[in-house]
């Protein structure tokens, strides 16, 4: 069986001489996509615990024994598939931030753009299923954990460079914050960001003028 599956996937048939190895690996790419977009889609559907090998084949179209050739377990797929997604979100707040001019902007930027989000939405709940999951797990605990600090690194180094006093711990309160505010809007859908700017502008005060931009 493992030897069918390696030929499948790295050979196709057998390369003859020159021929290059390209194409059999971005078929473990492709593989390795469909596998990854699967776990999304079930995690959001199902919950953590809920995902299984042959879920997750059907839904990725490979056959089951693809999902342990690519990844050691179904909880290293789902915990790449979560990181992948996390640290695409982290991206486009990073992008909000390029363009927020004061520390008072910047709040109210990223309030906003998680209106686009209701707390039942795919990525609103992938977060909550996520952030849980890695409650009970250590290694995946350590995975969302750098991924928030690094997170808060860069916040609190924008927020330092713009005068506001204590940027680490403000920037760790304002991404808990963040984080918060999606979580509850499932259960509270007025927690939007015309509730919640005006109260964490006041986190960010500004002791020093600020350089120009």
Known sequence: ????????ITQGGRPGPGASPMP???RGN??????????VELIVERGWTGVSTRALAERAGVAPGL???????????????????????????????E???TPQEAVEMLLREL????????????????????????????????????????LAAWLGERGVPDPAATAAVLTAAIDGILLHRAMDPAMTADMAAPVLRRLCPVTRQEEPR
């Open 1 to 8: 069986m493992i030897g069918r599956m390696t030929k499948a």
């Open 24 to 26: 059999a690996v971005e």
């Open 30 to 39: 492709q593989v390795r996509r469909r596998l990854r977009s699967a776990a």
């Open 67 to 97: 999902v342990h050739y690519h990844f050691p377990s179904v909880q290293g797929l789902l915990a790449e598939a979560a990181a992948d997604a996390l640290c695409a979100a982290a991206t486009a707040l990073r992008r909000v931030l």
């Open 99 to 101: 363009q927020a001019g």
């Open 115 to 154: 209106d686009h989000y209701t707390g039942r939405d795919p990525v609103s709940l992938l977060f909550a299923e996520t952030y849980l999951a890695a409650t009970r797990d250590e290694a995946l605990a350590r995975v969302v954990g750098g991924l928030l600090t690094d997170f808060r690194s860069d």
